[in-house]
């Protein structure tokens, strides 16, 4: 059973930054999407990254463009999302998705079969 567990949130004033792991485990695959999303309070999820295991290509929402990089661990099982330049608007629980290899290309939640439990990110001062 492929489990995704997310670390790293936290509180960070505007302006700062914090870096996400995502540590995936239990699937035998080796081409497969993954990445976050995010939920703010009142909103429907909203994709941050994804980056594609065959190549590495990545995607960002347009919010977080310049300000987010997604890349991948040592081990092929880890994934990371530096967060810089952080604003009001990121706060947020983070979730850490899994996908088939193509669903990178397409933030949207419904292509991706596994989610982690979620981690807060609050920025604020």
């Known amino acids: 059973q492929v489990q995704l567990v997310e670390s790293g949130g936290g509180l960070v004033q505007p302006g700062g930054s914090l870096r996400l792991s995502c540590a995936a485990s239990?699937?035998?695959?080796?081409?497969?999407?993954i990445g976050w999303f995010r939920q703010a309070p009142g909103k429907d999820r909203e994709g941050v990254a994804a980056?594609?295991?065959?190549?590495?290509?990545?995607v960002y929402a347009g919010s977080v463009k310049g300000r987010f990089t997604l890349s991948r661990g040592d081990a092929k099982n880890t994934v990371y999302l530096q967060m810089n330049s952080l604003k009001p608007e990121d706060t947020a629980v983070y979730y850490c998705?899994?996908?088939?290899?193509?669903?990178?290309?397409?933030?949207?939640?419904?292509?991706?079969?596994?989610w982690g439990q979620g981690t807060q990110v609050t920025v604020s001062s």
């Open positions: 980056i594609s295991s065959t190549d590495g290509d990545s």
């Open positions: 998705v899994m996908g088939p290899p193509a669903a990178y290309l397409e933030l949207i939640p419904a292509h991706y079969n596994y």
């Open positions: 239990g699937f035998t695959w080796d081409y497969y999407s």
